[in-house]
């Protein structure tokens, strides 16, 4: 194991740039309570621009919903969906997660932290533990528990996986 002390926070400028303007489109309509978020659609951090200098625009594009936005509003803002069916279940398997710095993260008695993923995520970590450079072509429940062994987790993963493994 390599294991590095710093002595010193370590910063680096080169890839860095400076925010000008941080905006959001106006989105769809989300499905819960929270007065701030929906009275303040568009977040921005602005700074005049000098003259003669153009100000660049970043935009946050919004993915679609995912299982994790739920877990990830009510840790963060205390927000629970408006079906009681769905703010049930969230209270229910709440204790599983935390939130650190933004990310959602599941623990539980018999494997370490996992990280939450979903979506393309889900399929680049399948294929690189189905077929990758230590690949072996393995079943869906040895690649499922290879996931979680690694550190991922998804809601489906034992069917996602057997699914991948059938295609090969």
Known sequence: MIQETLKTPQTTTENMAEVQQVSTSEGIRRSHRSLTQETVKTPRISRYPVAGEVAPQIYQV???ETWMIAYQRYLADGVLPLEPAKAQKIKKNLIKYTLIDGKLFRHGFTHPILVCVDGEQCTRIMAELHEGICGSH??????SSKAIHAGY???TTREDCTRYAQRC
């Open 138 to 143: 393995i079943g869906g429940r040895s690649l």
């Open 153 to 155: 987790y998804w809601p």
């Open 62 to 64: 919004k993915s679609g």
